[in-house]
């Protein structure tokens, strides 16, 4: 339980950081992915989607935290959306071409991916030890 809950701050944490990033100072902050927001609109539209997916996040896994009973819960929500961010990012070079500050976004988020499913693995054997 201990990887799991500390690999749920480490979610949080980063999610609370990137969440106030975007909310704040979008521009600087998606100028690194090569993202064109040239109009208020953009800005605007990377501010709901960048940061409101971020702060989400973080709410889901500050809950998450509150009870160890929901540890699981949040390694999976974590997953699945980091996975499904790194596995579109990776579709994107495939399709798109090669970007090396995509390909390292990419690799960060398989690794994130992985470790958040190692965790849920540790937490599912900890709760059978329990019960046996």
Known sequence: MKIARIYLWIGLVASVVFGAAYLVAPGPVTRFAGIDHATPAGLTDLRATYAGFQLGMAALLGWCLRDPSR?????????????????????????????AEMAIATAIEIAMTSFAIFALARVRSDAGAARS
């Open 71 to 99: 540890y699981a819960a949040g390694l999976v929500a974590f997953a699945c959306a980091v996975g499904a961010v790194g596995l579109s990012r990776l579709l994107g070079l495939l399709v798109d071409g090669f970007s």
